[in-house]
């Protein structure tokens, strides 16, 4: 009796959920925003449901950390410093109260280097309600011109590319500044267009990025860079340069990028697929390095070499491309002899890093390896990259426990710093100064370390697929309380000199580092070629994304704060 009333709920919540979608099969968009998009379209962004996004934004680890009371009490006098952004405050309650979905913003072309844009979003509730929230944003006292197209009537203000029409459709509010291209979607989303076929959603490049996205996320982002690959061969054509498929720039073989961000059990994630060949040689990340980190470990992260791109920039003057010390190290090498595959016969092209800040010192240290296959010509190689990495400059070499030691001698300063490379027969260690390159290497022959036996690494990576040719950690908890422990006193010594410090921060509110690092976790980021391009994740309280875009804004607003362009 008891699995006769199993089998009548589930099938009546089969039947349910049937109905549910074939209802709304039949009366909402046809399948997604991309069906609504044309084919040509160069970028959009789709935010499925603010509401939802929201909700979730509200649980995760980031957000109750800002809630604290500790670091609400912290970011009030910084936070009135700021000015008042009501209108953008009143502008997201609409949009929460409208329930928005289906949210985007696309740009469908580029005529005399002016985008042409389509935007939209899906409303609850009727047409006059919605007017009466988005009226305020377009304008309403402003001229606009109507023009009745299919029963629709469009709103025009402005001309040019200055010209702003916009157009309700059921539960849709659209808007454009071509009124050819929002005629063209009303006719796609009143199913009048030609078919499927001139839509986005059948474009090959499209589907194949969009295969490798989460099936639910907060938000997506779509990029087809053919538009400006075809301007730059266009422009090396002129110049009388043509290139074959073999000697293409990298944007011109990138096919698509495709990214999206959700939110996962309190955590941050996002997903990046770039459609496009393979760029390194057949290997897989060993992560080899991790082995020596410890729990002092904060940061460690694993890469591939890709020597033959990196010699062939080298030899087409691509400077740019490049860090100044790599390029030298290649001339001397090669004036030396070596080519590529002396690289790779000396060495297992896996690059790792280290940073280690113990609890009793004041800053972290820093180390890169690489693990050595033929002792003698790595040899040959690092007495070229010293010679390389600052010709003028006196080297010593110190063989100790059978390692050779190469370390550059440099003026006393106040912070110690003497560049040091180590040599063993099985791993090349390379750092700022010799005691952590020393500590690493003997590690290495003591079988000591283990930070990849640590329960927050081994968590961490569990986390992300397996990859192939990037990976990177960063122990977030340990990483602020260090910075905290090293910090603080700095900023109290300040502001007791400098009262005007008050005025802005309160440093004696600082919440303590516990109440930050009980909301905090490692970041994880990986990197695997999957099928036909490269995927990349990452998740943590934030993402390794997002970490990198917090430190370049500021990083670009003070670099043109000092280089203004005239």
């Given at each position: 009796m008891k699995r006769f009333i199993l089998i009548v709920i589930f099938a009546a919540a089969a039947t349910g959920a049937v109905f549910y979608a074939v209802r709304h099969a039949t009366t909402g968009p046809q399948t997604t925003v991309a069906a609504l998009l044309p084919r040509e379209t160069i970028a959009?962004?789709?935010?499925?449901?603010?509401?939802?996004?929201?909700?979730?934004?509200?649980?995760?680890?980031?957000?109750?950390?800002?809630?604290?009371?500790?670091?609400?009490?912290?970011?009030?006098?910084?936070?009135?410093?700021?000015?008042?952004?009501?209108?953008?405050?009143?502008?997201?309650?609409?949009l929460e109260q409208l329930q928005l979905k289906d949210g985007f913003v696309a740009v469908v072309s580029i005529e005399n280097n002016n985008p042409i844009m389509l935007a939209g979003f899906r409303f609850r509730g009727s047409q006059a309600n919605a007017e009466k929230v988005i009226d305020k944003w377009r304008g309403i006292a402003a001229k606009h011109d109507t023009l009745d197209y299919q029963q629709h009537k469009i709103e025009v203000a402005g001309e040019g590319f200055n010209l702003v029409a916009t157009v309700y459709d059921g539960d849709w509010f659209l808007a454009a500044n071509n009124v050819d291209q929002l005629k063209a979607l009303l006719d796609r989303i009143d199913a009048r267009a030609a078919g499927r076929a001139v839509t986005l959603d059948a474009d090959e490049n499209f589907r194949a990025a969009l295969a490798h996205m989460p099936s639910t996320y907060a938000a997506l982002f779509y990029l087809q860079p053919k538009s400006f690959s075809d301007k730059l061969a266009s422009l090396r054509a002129q110049a009388g340069s043509p290139t074959t498929s073999s000697q293409q720039t990298l944007i011109e073989q990138v096919r698509s990028i495709c990214g999206a961000i959700r939110f996962d059990g309190g955590k941050i994630r996002d997903i990046w697929f770039v459609g496009m060949p393979k760029q390194e040689q057949t290997a897989n990340l060993a992560r080899t390095a991790a082995a020596l980190g410890t729990t002092d470990t904060f940061l460690y992260f694993a890469m591939l070499l890709n020597v033959e791109r990196i010699s062939v920039l080298n030899q087409s003057g691509s400077t740019a491309l490049m860090a100044a010390w790599l390029q030298k190290v290649f001339d001397v090498a090669s004036r030396n002899g070596l080519t590529a595959e002396d690289w790779k016969t000396a060495f297992d092209l896996e690059l790792g890093s280290l940073a280690d800040w113990p609890a009793d010192k004041q800053w972290p240290s820093l180390v890169a390896t690489l693990p050595v296959k033929d002792p003698v010509r790595a040899n040959k190689i690092v007495n070229a990259m010293t010679s390389a990495i600052d010709e003028d400059a006196g080297w010593t070499k110190i063989d100790k426990n059978g390692v050779h030691y190469f370390v550059m001698q440099t003026p006393a300063s106040l912070f110690a710093v003497a560049p040091t490379i180590a040599l063993s027969n099985k791993l090349l260690v390379a750092g700022v100064d010799s005691a952590s390159v020393e500590t690493v290497m003997n590690r290495l022959q003591a079988g000591k370390g283990g930070l990849a036996q640590t329960e927050s690494y081994k968590s961490a990576a569990r986390a992300l697929t397996e990859p192939t040719n990037f990976f990177m950690y960063v122990d977030m908890p340990l990483l602020y309380s260090r910075v905290d422990n090293s910090v603080r006193p700095m900023l109290l010594m300040t502001a007791a000199f400098m009262p005007g410090v008050s005025e802005y921060v309160d440093v004696s509110k600082l919440p303590a580092a516990e109440v930050v690092t009980k909301h905090l976790s490692p970041i994880v980021s990986s990197q695997r070629y999957d099928r036909d391009g490269y995927v990349s994740e990452s998740v943590g309280p934030i993402t390794l994304t997002q970490l990198g875009v917090g430190i370049a804004f500021p990083g670009f607003f003070w670099w043109n704060g000092h280089h203004p362009c005239h």
């Open positions: 959009f962004v789709h935010v499925p449901d603010l509401n939802r996004t929201r909700d979730q934004w509200h649980e995760t680890d980031l957000y109750k950390l800002y809630r604290e009371p500790a670091v609400q009490d912290f970011l009030k006098r910084p936070l009135a410093q700021m000015p008042k952004r009501e209108a953008g405050s009143q502008t997201l309650r609409d």
